[in-house]
């Protein structure tokens, strides 16, 4: 169960398939406009291909990628692909950090290194952490996981990320933070594993929450819960076809690059804080190394399966709560915006809580001081 050091180095060849296939890209014969109202902005789009065609450098993403140390461990015949970074000096805590979808363990590059050593940015030293970052099951270097049962994936993906860091790396306690599926995956674990994991940082609650009666909710529940449900019929499409048909849009995104990428950039432009401008928040070689680790492990749809099984057989639902300390960074720009602290209680030991003045779903990429202040400050007070 030893972990083995891992590079990444992408064969050559499915760089020169991919540079062919963004050149015979076969257009739509829609509008071309540069709004995004209907989806990925098709003027957008062109530009964003031209790029990735003629200017992104994978290389060179691949060499800053390959600075941070990599391993895989086999864990109940999956290999588990992570970034272990050791803190420069004593780990106040070792924090396992899980993202979400369409994103991967690359939306934590930014803060990485204000976490192990924040001494090196003005910091306090004593803050560091052992920094454990990875590639969820069915996503990027991981890749496809084969369960024991179809039903509640993110419970047996929470299992193997559970012993990753006690019977890998050693971790008797250790600290859980994370957003959109990884938030869920930290609420599982701190629910299933609380002599472990001493406390859990959120920048979301989960969608779980939102089935609640809203007959036993406040007013102000009530108009964020009717706030919630209008944001997603807008804007939660996307949410349907992967939880319904995953099986008819997976082919179609692991074999067009730009498909996959109209699919995902529509999706950090619309949890973007950007006012519309999406590279205000990420730039290009931002959103191509994200989309690229997508293509070249092929696991789009892998990475979409939970969706479908989660809402056959939901991992979490609003009556399970978590007991350990739990941390909330809410970003305003997020998809229904901040919640009420009281809707929060309802599942959640709330022990910390943060309203941002800005920022969406992708905090450690688009607010990285923020965040990871957010993160530093919370787990100081459980470690004390």
Not at 21 to 38: A, I, Q, S, V, Y
Not at 135 to 143: A, V, W, Y
Not at 269 to 296: A, C, P, Q, R
């Given at each position: 169960?030893?972990?083995?050091?891992?590079?990444?180095?992408?064969?050559?060849?499915?760089?020169?398939?991919?540079?062919?296939?963004?050149?015979?890209?076969?257009?739509?014969?829609?509008?071309?406009?540069?709004?995004?109202?209907?989806?990925?902005?098709?003027e957008y789009l062109r530009d964003f291909l031209r790029y990735w065609q003629n200017q992104f450098d994978w290389r060179k993403a691949e060499a800053y990628l390959n600075q941070f140390s990599q391993f895989?461990?086999?864990?109940?015949?999956?290999?588990?692909?992570?970034?272990?970074?050791?803190?420069?000096?004593?780990?106040?805590?070792?924090?396992l950090l899980l993202h979400g979808w369409p994103d991967s363990f690359y939306r934590y590059y930014k803060v990485i290194p204000r976490l192990v050593a924040p001494g090196a940015i003005g910091g306090d030293p004593r803050d560091a952490f052992d920094v454990v970052v990875p590639?969820?099951?069915?996503?990027?270097?991981?890749?496809p996981v084969r369960h024991g049962s179809p039903k509640q994936p993110?419970?047996?993906?929470a299992q193997l990320l559970w012993q990753l860091m006690t019977d890998v790396l050693g971790y008797r306690k250790f600290a859980v933070a994370g957003g959109d599926g990884g938030g869920a995956l930290a609420q599982i674990l701190a629910i299933e594993h609380p002599e472990s994991v001493v406390g859990i940082h959120l920048t979301d609650l989960g969608w779980h929450v939102t089935n609640v009666d809203p007959k036993t909710c406040s007013k102000a529940e009530q108009k964020y819960l009717e706030g919630a449900k209008k944001a997603f019929m807008a804007d939660g499409a996307y949410a349907m076809v992967q939880a319904t048909t995953p099986h008819s849009l997976a082919p179609a995104l692991t074999?067009?690059?730009?498909?996959?990428?109209?699919?995902?950039?529509?999706?950090?432009?619309?949890?973007?804080?950007?006012?519309?401008?999406?590279?205000?928040?990420?730039?290009?070689?931002?959103?191509?190394?994200?989309?690229?680790?997508?293509?070249?492990?092929?696991?789009?749809?892998?990475?979409?399966?939970?969706?479908?099984?989660?809402?056959?057989?939901p991992s979490l639902t609003p009556s399970d709560h978590v007991d350990v300390p739990v941390g909330l960074a809410l970003f305003p720009r997020d998809m229904s915006g901040i919640p009420p602290r009281e809707f929060a209680e309802r599942t959640l030991?709330?022990?910390?809580?943060?309203?941002?003045?800005?920022?969406?779903?992708?905090?450690?990429?688009?607010?990285p001081e923020a965040y990871a202040t957010d993160i530093t400050a919370f787990f100081r007070k459980l470690a004390a």
């Open positions: 169960m030893k972990p083995e050091p891992f590079l990444i180095n992408v064969d050559q060849a499915v760089l020169g398939d991919l540079e062919q296939r963004l050149r015979r890209t076969h257009w739509t014969n829609g509008p071309r406009d540069d709004t995004w109202d209907f989806g990925t902005s098709p895989k461990a086999e864990l109940a015949g999956a290999r588990i692909h992570f970034i272990h970074e050791k803190a420069h000096g004593q780990a106040r805590l070792p924090l590639s969820l099951p069915g996503f990027g270097f991981t890749g993110n419970r047996q993906s074999d067009s690059p730009s498909g996959l990428a109209a699919w995902i950039l529509d999706r950090f432009h619309s949890w973007s804080d950007s006012g519309g401008e999406i590279e205000k928040s990420f730039s290009k070689d931002e959103l191509l190394t994200n989309i690229m680790i997508y293509w070249v492990t092929g696991t789009i749809g892998s990475s979409i399966e939970t969706y479908r099984a989660d809402t056959l057989s030991n709330v022990q910390h809580w943060t309203e941002m003045p800005r920022g969406s779903h992708f905090p450690a990429l688009e607010e």
